[in-house]
């Protein structure tokens, strides 16, 4: 593929195995536009990086080389792995972001993007793709409820498919019996920073993320018969 190529400093210098690459992470940069976006990803003092920079008319940026760890995912965990950063590919979309007045995403930077997802997990076999939020559920709500996932992944477009409504199990179930059930579906898919048997602080940030995902249309923090189904559909997925 061809890239701007606008090198960023911030990076760790020791080279990786690229076998050692599983993950794509996407973001939005946050930020009111791609030139304040390049600016701190360029700046040492922010500690902030990316390996790929897509503008909204999908102009397509090169920041870190692909062996090398960018800083873009901090403190996450996803199923066995912690500190993703050591094993994925961060891509930066440039969004406003929740805080400064959410974007859809437009069409050229979603072609950009699909083409450089399939052009990097053909190269490096990877497995998952996932956003901020799935591996980072209390700090982040990136790439948010308006990114669509099936645009932008086959396989995604396929199980997301699949997900129908049914109250039938939500109805007989007891309110601790369906958390239990939930929080164990997400186990299982690979989100963390909960408790299965207990209830916590967490439990309603790591639902939003569950629900920008998979319930786009209503984030609001509640397990309700929609959402258990959904998270019944994908557990028996074993990954997403």
């Known amino acids: 593929m061809n890239f701007e190529i606008i090198k960023s400093p911030n990076f760790l210098k020791k080279t990786r195995k690229t076998g050692n690459i599983k993950f794509i992470i996407i973001h939005y940069t946050g930020m009111q536009s791609i ?58 979309l440039s969004n406003k972001g929740h805080q400064f007045g959410y974007q ?26 996932l956003g901020h939020s799935d591996v980072a559920p209390m700090r982040k709500k990136d790439p948010g409820e308006k990114f669509p996932w099936f645009k932008i992944s086959e396989e995604n477009k396929k199980k997301l498919n699949t997900l129908k409504k049914d109250r039938k ?48 249309n209503n984030v609001n923090g509640v397990i309700d018969a929609e959402c258990l189904k959904i998270s019944e559909k994908l557990a028996n997925f074993n990954k997403i």
Not at 109 to 118: A, H, I, M, N, R
Request: proline letters at 2%.
């Open 35 to 92: 030139r304040a976006s390049i600016k701190r990803l360029l700046n040492p003092k922010s500690k902030v990086s990316c390996h790929y920079l897509i503008s909204r008319d999908g102009r397509l940026i090169k920041m870190v080389d692909d062996n090398k760890i960018a800083w873009h995912a901090g403190k996450s965990k996803w199923k066995t792995y912690k500190n993703l950063n050591f094993f994925s590919i961060g891509i930066e």
């Open 104 to 129: 859809s995403y437009p069409k050229k930077q979603l072609e950009s993007l699909s083409k450089l997802v399939f052009f990097l997990k053909r190269k490096y076999k990877i497995k998952y793709i």
């Open 169 to 216: 199990l939500f109805l007989v179930l007891r309110k601790k019996e369906i958390r239990k059930r939930f929080f164990s579906n997400l186990f299982k898919i690979g989100y963390r920073y909960f408790n299965v048997l207990k209830e916590g602080k967490t439990d309603k940030a790591v639902i939003k993320a569950f629900q920008r995902r998979f319930r786009q």
